[in-house]
């Protein structure tokens, strides 16, 4: 399976269940990779028969900046589904990171597998 990958998206949105997380954005990065079949876009050479990765991080990052969740693991899985929600996604792997989160770490965050089968 073909992969297309979306690297260290950043964005600024609510995430967390502290007070203070909750009264101003903080950093979130997003690492995505969807499955995907691309040999058809290769042989046409047609962007209609790609993955929009312009269009999905458009969606994922607006979503990031406006959800609110309190944990990265609910934000990664409404990723997920807004990935599958893309025609020719057949799989998912979403990354999502809060920098500086945890004192001595670079940044703290959880990375899930999604299909349509589930």
């Not at 969606?59 to 589904?81: I, P, W, Y």
Request: some cysteine.
């Amino acid at each position: 399976m073909d992969k297309v990958i979306i690297k260290d998206l950043l964005t600024r949105g609510i995430i967390g269940i502290n007070e203070w997380e909750r009264n101003q954005p903080q950093d979130i990065l997003i690492n995505i990779i969807v499955f995907t079949d691309t040999k058809r876009a290769a042989v046409t050479d047609d962007v209609a028969d790609c993955i929009n990765y312009k269009t999905l991080a458009k969606r994922t990052r607006a979503h990031a900046e406006t959800s609110g969740r309190f944990t990265v693991e609910a934000l990664a899985n409404d990723l997920a589904k807004i990935c599958l929600e893309e025609k020719g996604v057949d799989k998912v792997i979403v990354r999502v990171e809060k920098p500086g989160a945890v004192r001595f770490s670079a940044s703290v965050g959880v990375e899930i597998e999604r299909s349509h089968d589930e």
